[in-house]
Nanobody, 125 residues
């Protein structure tokens, strides 16, 4: 059974940083990708980053380049997205997801089969 469990959200002041975590278990094939999505109040869920678990190649939307970084623990089951220079408009529910997206699906929900429960990030001004 595949599980995706995330944590680390919270309240932070504008300009601050947060490190989330996302643990994946139960995947039998290591050639999966991790996607990161967020959903602001009243808006659709949007993808903003994707990384290949095996090759480490990562993709970001332009707005996140430089402010969103990824690290991984030694057993390779937990990912640590680090978000820096947060702005009030970054307030959203953040989700990580695992799957096998095509190149076109890297930042699309339909590319991912397994989803975390989401963690709330609130940035105050």
């Amino acid at each position: 059974q595949v599980q995706v469990v995330e944590s680390g959200g919270g309240l932070v002041q504008a300009g601050g940083s947060l490190r989330l975590s996302c643990t994946v278990s139960g995947l039998t094939c290591d050639d999966y990708s991790m996607g990161w999505f967020r959903q602001a109040p009243g808006k659709e869920r949007e993808g903003f980053s994707c990384i290949s678990a095996s090759g480490g190649k990562s993709y970001y939307v332009d707005s996140e380049k430089g402010s969103f970084t990824l690290s991984r623990d030694n057993d390779k089951s937990t990912w640590y997205p680090q978000m820096n220079s947060l702005k009030p408009e970054d307030t959203a529910m953040y989700y990580c997801a695992a799957g096998y997206p095509t190149p076109e699906q890297r930042l699309q929900m339909l590319g991912y089969n397994y989803w975390g429960q989401g963690t709330q990030v609130t940035v105050s001004s």
